[in-house]
């Protein structure tokens, strides 16, 4: 997959969590295992203004509470799954891929090793991607984005607007002038 098309996707996901954040179609710990693309037959919607990114995710009744060391670390759940949904496109393979032994001692088995793994990976990942992509997939691992972490609070979402889906947009942008046809 080109850079243009991670970029295109991380944008496409990012816009997901703006429209979906407050129905149930996305659930509090959002995972890409809870994303589908589907495509479609007709050439014409292969342009890149007509693609939409359709989300499915299952509507669970159950919720299973983080453990408090979890809240801890991780400010918004929603957006630091899509801030590790960020770096699993950049270097294309599960955030579990990715772990090593010391993001398990560091925190211990459980949701905090993912955490670790999402930390160091975006830390050490000079040359690997974008200083522009880096810094977005940042905002969204811990929810930096100087407002509270209530994805509901409209200064957080504008906030996000601002800094996640305009910095992709125009991160598209200068990849697609890039590619040959």
Known sequence: MSQYERVRLAKY???AVLYYHATPWLNRAWRSEDIHFFNYPDPSIEQPQH???Y????VSTEYLPASPAYHRFIRNPV???LGVMFLELAFQVPLAALELSIDLQERGK???AEYSTARRV????????SKSFKEVTKRCLYCDFGHDDDFHSPALQQAFYNNVITVLDDL???FR???LD
């Open 177 to 179: 002038e890039l590619q």
């Open 13 to 15: 996901l990012a816009t």
């Open 110 to 112: 459980s949701d905090l």
């Open 51 to 53: 693609i939409p990114a």
């Open 79 to 81: 957006l630091f799954g």
């Open 55 to 58: 989300m499915m995710s299952s």
């Open 172 to 174: 598209e942008k200068r």
């Open 122 to 129: 975006v830390e050490f990942s000079h040359g690997k991607i």
